[in-house]
């Protein structure tokens, strides 16, 4: 759809892609598998944690430079 030329908000554009998804033209959004996306979870969550860790780490440092 992003390719269609035209707004997306017009209402003749809306009855013509709602068209196009009546009759299976359009490709439905991918999404992975639920393995994929608990692991993709699990990843991002790490990624929060790492960066939690090396932010409290430089708190600290700075807190004992300061004193």
């Known amino acids: 759809m992003r390719n269609v030329p035209g707004h997306k908000t017009d209402v003749a554009d809306a009855v013509s892609g709602a068209s196009l998804l009546e009759h299976?033209?359009?490709?439905?959004?991918?999404?992975?598998?639920?393995?994929?996306?608990?692991?993709?979870?699990?990843?991002?969550?790490?990624?929060?944690?790492?960066?939690?860790?090396?932010?409290?780490?430089?708190?600290?440092?700075?807190v004992l430079e300061d004193a």
């Open 24 to 62: 299976g033209l359009v490709r439905p959004s991918f999404i992975p598998p639920p393995p994929f996306r608990a692991l993709r979870d699990l990843t991002r969550y790490r990624k929060s944690v790492i960066d939690e860790r090396a932010h409290e780490s430089q708190r600290l440092h700075k």
